[in-house]
Structures are given as structure tokens and as C-alpha cells.
């Protein structure tokens, strides 16, 4: 009976045990906080532009004897094609009541819209339509749901390329958000991010790592003593690993870890907004 008491306390007392049982713990803590933070409901109606613009008709070039006319009229500008996707990038419906201030497309500078159109939705119940106003594109939709949204083709004239901006308000959204990526008019993968759970997990269990060993000096020595025990020939391969544990074991190359290592968790927790395209240009 003695025996299998002091067996258990081996066990209990030994520093790796006390090692993963805190990580353990902690990395417990660190998943229940990411899943409470992405569980919020929040909407978010994204706009997204199309980086290569198409000229369609190049008249600053004076080799161009190709005449456009538009309403009868002669332009006597460039005309572009800009294609500009729209969608829902929160979990959150938003239907048309949330819509405060009326969704518009608008080109800054002088230039004139000349047509527009929707050449893809997601799906048909979200009843994406546009309506020219002037020189200005007022957006409507009955509801998007997530990663509802749809491709608006813009064609316009002006002397160089311009960036349209859409403006407006939507309830419980302090601003349209606006991103910036470059893409081509072929199939749109999902844009790469950092800001993973998986990468958040893995920097947290770095710093935690590090921060486990300067807390506990039982663990950075028992790891010391293992290695010394395993690396115990003079060789010059031992000798250089040993060199490399005892700069890793070090409390000033253990803090350092630390602070780089959970403030990029922590970081990568807080904006954790990982763009995704659910369809293609």
C-alpha cells in the first residue's frame, strides 16, 4: 500500500507531469476564451474591388480613331469595367430594415457611369438590385445572410482609372468595411490569414512553454540534466546541442519568448477576422 502511495507521488512530483498539466489547463483556458469570442453574432457587409479594371476603350491614346457614343453624345474619355463583389462577412443576417442610410456606389472625380449590372449572386432570395441615381448606384437586397453577397459590374468613363467607394449605414456596423486585395478575374481562393485557431493555439502554447519553465526551475534543470544525459559524448554535434539548450533553457532567451509568443496570440485573438471569399469573381 506504501509502495503504491509513493508511486503515485513520483508520478504527481515529477516536473514533466506538473508541465503538462498546467499546459493543459491553460490551453483549456485560451480555446474556451476563442470559441466565446467567435460565437458573437455580429454582421458585416463587406465590399471587396476588383484590383485589375478592364479598359475598354483607350481614348487618351491618340492611335485610337474608334469613335463611342453614349445617348448619342461622343465620350471622349477612357472607359473602364470594374467588377465589385458584395457580401454579408459576419454570422449575422442583415436584412433590408438594417439598412439606416441608404447603400450607394459612387466614383470620386469627374466621370460618368455609363451601365451596371449584377452578373452573380449567391442566391436568389437575397434580391440583390441596383438603381442608378445620377451619377451615383444605390444598392438594395431583401436579406444576406452569412456569405450571402453578389458581383456588380461597373463601367464607367474618365480620364484614368478610378477606386469606387460604397457608402452607407448598417445597423449595429460602425462603418462599411472596405478590403483590399488584389485578385484576377479567374476562380477567387480563400485569401490566406494567420489569424487561425490553430495558429493562435500554437503561439500560445510556445509562450506558455517558456513561461511554464522560468515558473517552475525544476523543469528548465530536469530538461538540462535529460539532455546532458542523452548528449553526454564530446563530440562537436553534442557539444552544439547542448549550447543550443542551455540559450533555449536561459531565463533572458525564455522571456523573450514569452512576450514575442503570447503577445502575437493575443493579438492574433483579438483581430481575428479571417477573410473569406464564398464565391468567385
Do not use: C
Not at 91 to 120: R, T, V
Not at 160 to 168: A, F, L, M, T, V
Request: no cysteine; charged share 20%.
Amino acid at each position: 500500500m506504501k509502495s503504491e502511495k509513493s508511486e503515485f507521488k513520483t508520478i504527481f512530483t515529477n516536473p514533466y507531469v506538473s508541465f503538462f498539466g498546467s499546459m493543459a489547463s491553460i490551453l483549456s483556458i485560451i480555446i474556451a476564451i476563442y470559441f466565446y469570442h467567435k460565437s458573437q453574432l455580429f454582421s458585416e457587409f463587406t465590399y471587396l474591388i476588383n484590383s485589375q479594371q478592364m479598359v475598354i476603350i483607350n481614348k487618351i491614346d491618340s492611335s485610337n480613331k474608334l469613335k463611342v457614343l453614349y445617348n448619342g453624345k461622343e465620350l471622349k474619355e477612357n472607359v473602364y469595367a470594374v467588377q465589385i463583389a458584395i457580401w454579408n462577412n459576419g454570422n449575422k443576417s442583415i436584412k433590408n430594415k438594417d439598412i439606416l442610410e441608404n447603400l450607394f456606389i459612387e466614383i470620386p472625380g469627374k466621370n460618368q457611369i455609363l451601365d451596371a449590372k449584377i452578373i452573380k449572386q449567391t442566391r436568389d432570395v437575397s434580391d440583390i438590385h441596383i438603381n442608378q441615381i445620377s451619377n451615383t448606384l444605390s444598392i438594395g437586397f431583401k436579406i444576406l445572410e452569412e456569405d450571402d453577397g453578389g458581383i456588380i459590374q461597373l463601367i464607367y468613363s474618365s480620364k484614368s482609372k478610378k477606386e469606387p467607394i460604397i457608402k452607407g449605414t448598417i445597423v449595429g456596423q460602425k462603418k462599411i468595411l472596405k478590403r483590399t486585395v488584389g485578385m484576377t478575374l479567374d476562380k477567387l481562393k480563400p485569401i490566406e490569414s494567420m489569424n487561425s485557431f490553430y495558429t493562435i493555439i500554437l503561439f500560445t502554447f510556445i509562450g506558455f512553454t517558456f513561461l511554464v519553465m522560468l515558473l517552475i526551475p525544476n523543469i528548465r534543470e530536469s530538461m538540462i540534466k535529460d539532455f546532458e544525459t542523452m548528449f553526454h559524448k564530446n563530440t562537436t554535434l553534442d557539444k552544439l546541442v547542448l549550447i543550443i539548450i542551455h540559450i533555449m533553457t536561459s531565463r533572458v532567451f525564455s522571456v523573450s519568448v514569452v512576450i514575442v509568443f503570447l503577445a502575437a496570440a493575443l493579438y492574433l485573438l483579438i483581430t481575428d477576422n479571417t477573410l473569406y471569399m464564398p464565391f468567385e469573381f
